[in-house]
T-cell receptor
Framework: GAVVSQHPSRVICKSGTSVKIECRSL??????MFWYRQFPKQSLMLMAT?????????EQGVEKDKFLINHASLTLSTLTVTSAHPEDSSFYIC????????????FGPGTRLTVT | GQQLNQSPQSMFIQEGEDVSMNCTSS?????WLWYKQEPGEGPVLLIA?????ELTSNGRLTAQFGITRKDSFLNISASIPSDVGIYFC??????????FGEGTQLTVNP
């Protein structure tokens, strides 16, 4: 199988603080990892794509200084939401792919972020 | 970013009924994918389609890649309560970036 985990599963933080979310591929090496955001009753919106060892590519409209992505190893990527605001409250989902340019993305269980 | 047009938005059906949902796009995709998402979870891949006209089954699920490469449908036969969830289509052109549809919320009444 191809298992992807996320930690934490849910987090509540105060406005102005930073939150780090981890995404791990447990039984395979992920060349590429993706970060999505999903608002209630909406679809998944891609935020950024990261390849191990290189800088992430952000989608248009996503602030790279606010959503810091690090993909330091083939099994771990982190998303840090800096200076969080209530409007950043959302469901953040990562996915991982064994190969670049492959449709096969294995999704994590998601992280529910609530900013108060 | 661009989204696919997925319909219907929601469906309420009785257990045992068949279900059909579809996605359309104004542009061509090279791969079509169908996912199911349950509350508080990430999407799980159901079926992947690689070429125009392809018809693929996975148990009670059947999906087709449209001839024009601009659409796809997913059928679920003989629905059961555990089919409840949100179904998303996704398309891929080149590279690994996926574009998702808006989702179809399926409710199955026992």
């Amino acid at each position: 199988g191809a298992v992807v985990s996320q930690h934490p599963s849910r987090v509540i933080c105060k406005s102005g603080t930073s939150v780090k979310i981890e995404c791990r591929s447990l039984d395979f090496q992920a060349t590429t990892m993706f970060w999505y955001r999903q608002f209630p009753k909406q679809s998944l919106m891609l935020m950024a794509t990261s390849n191990e060892g290189s800088k992430a590519t952000y989608e248009q409209g996503v602030e790279k200084d606010k959503f810091l992505i690090n993909h330091a190893s083939l099994t771990l990527s982190t998303l840090t939401v800096t200076s969080a605001h209530p409007e950043d409250s959302s469901f953040y989902i990562c996915s991982a792919s064994r190969r670049q340019n492959s449709y096969e993305q294995y999704f994590g269980p998601g992280t529910r972020l609530t900013v108060t | 970013g661009q989204q696919l047009n997925q319909s219907p938005q929601s469906m309420f059906i009785q257990e045992g009924e068949d279900v059909s949902m579809n996605c359309t796009s104004s542009s061509i995709f090279n791969t079509w994918l169908w996912y199911k998402q349950e509350p508080g979870e990430g999407p799980v891949l159901l079926i992947a389609l690689y070429k125009a006209g392809e018809l693929t089954s996975n148990g009670r699920l059947t999906a087709q890649f449209g001839i024009t490469r601009k659409d796809s449908f997913l059928n679920i036969s003989a629905s059961i309560p555990s089919d409840v969830g949100i179904y998303f289509c996704a398309g891929q052109r080149s590279g690994s970036r996926l574009t998702f549809g808006e989702g179809t919320q399926l409710t199955v009444n026992p």
